[in-house]
């Protein structure tokens, strides 16, 4: 009589262990979560001071920096600012540079490896900020170890080049345009392109879409106020003169080719020029077919950033010239393409195997991969990975996510 209710007892214990085992192992990897994280978070920290201390304690610091300092110098005393050959930026560069001429050039040089490193740290964390949820926090701090621990950081940081300022910018303009904000994505990319061009690529996201009413006011604010620089500001005539040096290659040619990472670079230095226009022809031709798929598929979460990305990743395969700092502008681009989506596992591979490239210190590979040769030639393999990852993710199966309808709302903020 009484066995029903024993068996009734034993059901409901076991209801309530099967129910109770999941909660606990799902704390449990909860836990397992957070001290990965914080343990990243840490390794990122000490990383990035340490990069600093290497870059502050090289003897050849400064390179890049060097002509921006020069050139506000020589515009805070009405001297041509392109007297330094190796200035190759708008004039506008120079005139929103002005703060550079109240310190001396060893502050001023500090303050601008630190707010370098700041800037490619934030990139990494924005990047990752779309995946949603509890794992973001987690993936973020590992995007921001690899970046900050990659050969490409190591050997740009104490050059001191401009462009590393730009990679949140970079990631900022594909978040923008990703949640419909097209106006305010595109006063960024603007602002961005009158410090240095690097983020050209960009504008064609909102023409390809039809956004083109969104772009014209910023557009036009540029370009008077680029017109006005070359019109006031000492030397900025000799703009066209710099555009014609950019184009040539810059100063990467020859025996410097080595340190061009575009297939320009590559081919020149091995003496084997011929193929410079082939591959470029065949990267321009990728980019189009890949185009062209983007805007036939449905809208769906990441693929603006995605095609955002095979843009740019193009442009600085096919371009004259190409250099290390422009993948850590390149990287988050692409991470934030894999976020915002539900990746194919042929792109989470393909971002992997980028990220290895651009972030595995060469100190562990053997003296062969130290050379500058080995690092041309990796470091174009990594441009040619983040262009593969980014065509993946357009070549995917077409399922639209809810969060596209964002990235196409008739908002124009």
């Known amino acids: 009589m009484h066995q029903p209710r024993r068996a009734t ?39 990035a001071v340490q990069q600093v201390h290497r870059a502050l304690a090289n003897t050849g610091k400064g390179i890049d920096f060097r002509p921006l300092s020069i050139a506000v110098t020589a515009l805070t005393h009405g001297s041509t600012i392109y007297a330094d050959r190796l200035f190759v930026y708008p004039p506008t560069a120079a005139v929103a540079l002005l703060p550079l001429s ?13 707010l370098s490193t700041i800037a490619v740290a934030l990139a990494a964390l924005l990047s990752m900020a779309p995946w949603r949820g509890a794992v973001w926090v987690f993936w973020s701090s590992v995007a ?36 419909g904000r097209w106006r305010t994505g595109s006063w960024l990319l603007v602002a961005s392109l009158l410090l240095k061009p690097l983020l050209v690529p960009l504008i064609l996201l909102p023409l390809l879409r039809g956004r083109w009413r969104e772009l014209v006011a910023p557009l036009v604010a540029g370009c008077l106020l680029l017109g006005l620089a070359i019109a006031f500001v ?5 703009f066209g003169a710099v555009l014609r040096f950019i184009g040539g290659g ?10 061009n990472i575009s297939f320009a670079g590559l081919f020149d230095r ?21 185009t062209l798929r983007w805007l036939r598929a449905p809208a769906r979460a990441g693929g603006l950033a995605a095609e955002g990305t095979v843009l740019f990743s193009a442009t600085l395969l096919a371009a004259p010239i190409s250099e290390e700092h422009y993948l850590l502008v390149l990287m988050p681009c692409l991470l934030a393409a894999v976020a915002l989506a539900e990746p194919r596992r042929e792109t989470i591979v393909l971002m992997l195997l980028a990220l290895v490239l651009l972030a595995y210190p060469e100190q562990y590979a053997g003296n062969i991969a130290q050379s500058w040769q080995a690092v041309q030639v990796r470091f174009l393999l990594a441009e040619v990975a983040i262009l593969a990852a980014a065509a993946a993710a357009i070549l995917g199966p077409a399922r639209a996510e809810p969060a596209a309808a964002v990235a196409t709302s008739p908002s124009p903020s």
């Open 144 to 179: 921001l170890f690899a970046l900050l621990k990659s050969d490409a950081l190591t050997s740009t940081l104490p050059l001191g080049n401009l462009g590393l300022l730009l990679a949140p910018l970079g990631v900022g303009v594909l978040l923008l345009y990703e949640s």
């Open 102 to 114: 109240a310190g001396g050039y060893s502050a001023d040089l500090t303050a601008w490896i630190v």
């Open 9 to 47: 007892g034993v059901h409901t214990a076991r209801v309530e262990l099967a129910r109770a085992i999941p909660a606990r192992l799902s704390k449990r990897r909860d836990l397992l979560l957070r001290a990965a994280t914080l343990a990243f978070l840490a390794l990122a920290a000490f990383t």
């Open 250 to 259: 810059s100063n990467l040619t020859g025996s410097q080719a080595v340190y």
């Open 234 to 238: 000492p030397g900025a005539a000799h």
């Open 270 to 290: 091995l003496h084997q020029t011929a193929w410079v226009w082939p591959t470029r022809v065949l990267v321009v031709g990728v980019a189009i077919a890949l």
